[in-house]
């Protein structure tokens, strides 16, 4: 621990102003721990602005310095006073939020009391310091990066395990990084994953950067819906058919009766395939009530993510068993019509909803990028409320803070921000995130590409910025360009 | 003229003298014993402000039509700050600069801070110490009241500034922030008057532009009696202000009102008085073709005064300096006007 030249200058509510001449080298970000040992009490702050103390004369200096700056001259400061002044001069003023206290050793969350002004100690922790007093370290971890002081951000399984994470930040920033990190992670540690890839980013995991086969090649399956994927209408079910018929395909209710009329017949006589139903529409007496039917059938039926051959039909069981000791799924929905998109997405959760309901699945990990684009808006709390509590949980990856509700946000467990520097972008985090607007407003702005603002459970509700650690798998992240060397080298 | 000639001036007397009032508090309680009786001698007294009330209305003013000769101008300033108060005493700092303006382009060299600890114990062998050895005098005097030595300090540093430049330069114009004036007539040893004759042997004008005295006629102050239409101008107010003030003051120069710029300011110059009153004005007319003039004021002594002075950064930083090089620390004691009078304290006078 260093001891510094800090002292406390203001306490507001939350927010402590904390003076430091000579100025220390404390980073946006850091934390200090402010210490009353006559209260043997201690707080936690994290310093999350920075800026000049305020010093009476210095803007007098400036403009002093500013008339003379064209003039040749020297100053015989025979005492070297000059370098008091520059150090007074360069004084900091850290603006800090109040975290947690320590009392008796512990992490408290009392931060109601006072720190003396004049007898307080302030030490800045170095990263390690500060990590171990979280105690983020734990038997079941999974490493996701370091500090910007170089030290190694472990989190504990249990912090993600039942959870709701966000992953948000504009665009190239490292987001989707971050996501298959905690995909790979998870697998790695058995658990089961389902990702919705819409830009086919992840079907690549399973190879190394130099695409050759990778450890966790075994454990990635990947799912093109329509193509290898076949399930069949029985397996379907009518639950998700009809879901599938009245949510996404907008068939009326009296069309959507009919159609569960004629499923069940079929049903009973154990007839029920893709060409019988077909056939049972078309004898339909009702005209509108038939072309309805016809028009959804034949455009469910053009996905090709059904199939009368129980060769090419696939079950989510037996794909989902297959990954022993941890794997993932990976649907590719990339280049598919958002139609069809809604159509598989429906599919999914309500096949995975019904697995989990039978106790089928124990639990399984699902992660979202830009879920806005398949996701209807009422399903957005169906996951993260009933879902949830079956065992799906859930991981959005969104470049749009706004498209993800301000209740979803409040309900998350663990926030990853990554940089953004649009004002609504932040302020639409800011309002709905566990921590306070100033610390969105002034770190997240300031984040490199690939370093995160971690908050929630992940990292004891100490917000913590962590550069993400690098993969060495096949990321695919990156975004195809036209004037490439390759392309240079062609023409 | 090159800075560096400037820079190997150094005032070591204000270093090590400043350096013992700093680390040697207690040895200076011995120095009681040299405590000479009497006053100060006025080479180092404050400014005299002047009053004086002009009754004969037909002063005609001087204009200076002439085109004037390009000389080098130097311009002295000093000032001096509190730092606070000890338990011995108090600290203050002095800073003097020396602005130059040749070819067209200006120069400075600032000597300083200097860092003195006053207290009743040191305050006369500071005194003596410093006019003794600067000004090669020695008899000594009896220092004035601790309040009052850190501007007899300063007045020391600005008078030492200006007897180097009147001993090195040649065929300059020298220029003063004050007067020419000292409060003891019957004086026997001046310095003000051997810094006088130095500069008139090389040839050097000294002119001293004062911005505190306050002189009026017919109730008019000093800025009503010269015209804007006649700037750049003189008033000769000499013998005016000479009848009111000369049995108590000592006028080294002559005595003008000058307006060097058209606007609403004038100022008191003090012109040798061993020089002839042409080669005076002359001096004048040089200045306004050699330097810049804005608001009647040259720009050499303007710069001079920007560089002197003190901000209250370098205040707190002198503060740490000597905090951390000599373990005095500033106390804070009880305001007594504060304690007697409470809300009706009023505004105090600034002491210097």
């Known amino acids: ?45 994290q310093v999350t602005n920075i800026g000049y103390a305020n010093i009476p004369g210095v803007l007098e200096d400036i403009l002093r310095d500013s008339s003379t700056k064209n003039m040749d001259g020297q100053n015989l400061d025979f005492l070297g006073v000059k370098a008091f002044v520059d150090v007074i001069k360069d004084a ?122 990778a450890t966790p090649h075994e454990k990635i399956i990947v799912l093109s819906p329509g193509k290898r994927f076949k399930v069949t209408l029985e397996y379907m079910g009518l639950g998700v058919f009809l879901r599938i018929m009245s949510s996404v395909l907008d068939l009326p209710d009296n069309s959507a009766w009919e159609i569960r009329r004629i499923w069940s017949s079929l049903s009973q006589r154990n007839t029920l395939t893709l060409k019988n139903l077909r056939k ?39 794909l989902i068993f297959g990954l022993n000791n941890g794997g993932a799924l990976i649907i590719n929905l990339r280049g598919l019509p958002t139609r069809f998109c809604h159509i598989v997405v429906e599919f999914m959760l309500s096949k995975l909803c019904n697995l989990l309901e039978r106790w089928v699945l124990r639990a399984l990990f699902l992660f979202a990028e830009e879920a806005h684009l398949y996701l209807r808006k009422t399903y957005w709390e169906d996951i993260v409320t009933r879902m949830r509590h079956l065992g799906l949980f859930s991981t959005f990856i969104t470049n749009q803070p706004d498209s993800i ?22 302020a639409a985090v800011s309002k709905a995130t566990m921590v306070d607007v100033e610390t969105i407003n002034v770190i997240a702005r300031e984040l490199p590409p690939h370093y995160c603002l971690a908050l929630g459970r992940v990292t004891n509700d100490f917000p913590i910025i962590i550069e993400v650690k690098a993969l060495n798998v096949k990321t695919m992240g990156e975004t195809r360009l036209f004037f490439t060397n390759a392309y240079k080298q062609k023409i | 003229m090159e800075i560096a000639e400037f820079s190997q001036i150094t005032p070591k007397n204000f270093i090590e003298i400043g350096y013992t009032s700093l680390k040697d508090v207690v040895d200076l309680n011995l120095s009681r014993a040299m405590t000479v009786p009497g006053l100060d001698g006025g080479d180092f007294a404050d400014e005299i402000e002047l009053n004086a009330t002009i009754g004969n209305n037909f002063l005609k003013p001087i204009t200076l039509l002439n085109p004037g000769e390009e000389v080098p101008v130097f311009g002295v300033d000093v000032s001096n700050i509190d730092l606070g108060e000890t338990k011995e005493g108090f600290l203050c700092a002095i800073r ?57 300090i300063r007045n020391i540093l600005e008078r030492w500034l200006q007897k180097q430049l009147s001993e090195s330069r040649r065929e300059s114009l020298l220029l003063w922030d004050g007067s020419m004036t000292t409060r003891t007539v019957n004086n026997p040893i001046s310095i003000l008057s051997r810094l006088l004759k130095r500069a008139r042997d090389a040839r050097n004008v000294i002119l001293a532009l004062s911005k505190k005295t306050s002189i009026s006629a017919f109730g008019r102050r000093m800025d009503s009696l010269l ?70 004021y040259p720009e050499t002594l303007r710069l001079a005064h920007i560089m002197s002075r003190f901000s209250a950064n370098e205040v707190i930083a002198m503060q740490r300096f000597v905090a951390e090089n000599y373990g005095l620390k500033i106390v804070q004691r009880p305001n007594i006007r504060q304690i007697l009078f409470g809300p009706y304290t009023g505004i105090r006078s600034k002491r210097s």
């Not at chain 1, 030290?151 to 959870?163: H, M, Q, R």
């Open chain 1, 1 to 45: 621990m260093v001891k510094a030249m800090m002292h406390i200058y203001k306490l507001d509510g939350n927010t402590m102003d904390i003076v430091s001449c000579p100025p220390q080298g404390v980073q946006k970000g850091d934390y200090i721990i402010v210490r009353d040992d006559a209260l043997n009490r201690s707080l936690i702050v």
């Open chain 1, 92 to 213: 900091r003023v850290f603006r800090c939020k109040i975290r947690k206290a320590i009392v008796n050793g512990r992490i408290d969350h009392d931060i109601s009391w006072t720190p003396s002004r004049s007898t307080s100690q302030l030490i800045n922790l170095t990263d390690r310091e500060f990590l171990e007093l979280i105690g983020l370290h734990g038997e079941n971890t999974i490493t996701l990066g370091t500090t910007k002081g170089g030290a190694e951000v472990t989190v504990n399984l249990a912090a993600i395990d039942g959870k709701l994470n966000i992953i948000t930040g504009k665009k190239g920033t490292g987001k989707s990084h971050l996501s298959k990190l905690l995909l790979l992670s998870l697998i790695e540690k058995g658990g089961i994953c389902v990702v919705f890839d819409v830009n086919g980013e992840y079907i690549n995991l399973g190879y190394g950067a130099d695409y050759k086969k």
């Open chain 1, 280 to 318: 049972a529409v078309d004898s339909v007496l009702n005209n509108y009530v038939r072309d309805a039917l016809i028009r959804r059938i034949d455009s469910l039926v053009s996905t090709g993510l059904l199939t009368d051959n129980l060769q090419e039909a696939s079950t989510l069981e037996d």
């Open chain 1, 405 to 426: 509700s301000d209740g979803i946000y409040r309900q998350a467990d663990n926030v990853f921000l990554f940089n953004f520097t649009n004002e609504n972008d932040l």
């Open chain 2, 96 to 152: 003097g600069s020396i602005v130059w303006r040749e070819n067209k382009t200006y120069k400075y060299v600032r000597h300083g801070p200097f860092i003195f600890h006053v207290t009743e114990a040191n305050k006369h062998f500071l005194y003596n110490a410093l006019r003794q050895r600067c000004f090669d005098v020695n008899e000594g005097v009896g220092a004035p009241i601790m309040e009052r030595i850190p501007e007899h």
């Open chain 2, 227 to 296: 015209d804007s239409g006649n700037a750049p101008c003189l008033l000769d107010i000499d013998d005016v202000v000479r009848v009111q003030y000369g049995k108590y003051l000592r006028f080294f120069g002559k005595i003008y009102a000058v307006k060097l710029s058209p606007g609403n300011l004038s100022f008191r110059l003090d012109i040798d008085r061993q020089v002839p009153q042409e080669a005076g004005i002359q001096a004048v007319e040089n200045l306004l073709c050699s330097d810049l003039i804005v608001d009647s």
